[in-house]
């Protein structure tokens, strides 16, 4: 028998990604929208308190227009730069406004999930649906989640929630309640243009 030879350290599909400038689309807040988020920090922290989970700061803010679980492994291996893709669409470039809609929560809904704001903007809606036809055209269509199926579901995230937190917030009343205490739904932002990674 000869002998073996040794094996090469298996990468991440994630670490493949990233050196093939892969990664996910996403908008920061504009300045000044932190503003209107500030009653957030007021309201939110007690509810955080006593177990596992993250508030976001306000600089890590953002809106994710198309995330990283939309693609699939030959999609990190094979599929365009980002970069690529951002070229063809125009609007991301711009600031986009969006409307502050109600408070839920996004994600898995198994380890890990995410208490965010839900978001009204028909450009940005436009911009998604922009940017999944051309991946779509490119011979990589983006993996659509089933709570997306009647269309895009924009979102900012505000907190991570594991899983000895997600029962806290699972409670349509609570979230009501936490809606009205923090009082911006209605109140509008303003994104950045996309960040290049």
Known sequence: MGKRRPQKPKRRVRDIAKER????????????????????????????????????TQETLGVTVVGASRFGKNHFDKGPATAKVLEQVPSVDSFISAKIG??????SGNRISKLGFCLQSTDLQAENEALRGVYSKLGFPLHVPWYEKEGFVSHCSVAILYADQIGRFSNDDILERLDQAIGIRDQEIVLAPVARN
Do not use: N
């Open 102 to 107: 109600s408070i839920a929560l996004f994600g």
């Open 21 to 56: 400038g892969v990664y996910a689309v996403r908008r920061t807040l504009a300045e000044g929208s932190e503003e209107v988020l500030a009653p957030l920090y007021e309201v939110l922290p007690p509810y955080l308190e006593g177990a596992k989970g993250r508030l976001f």
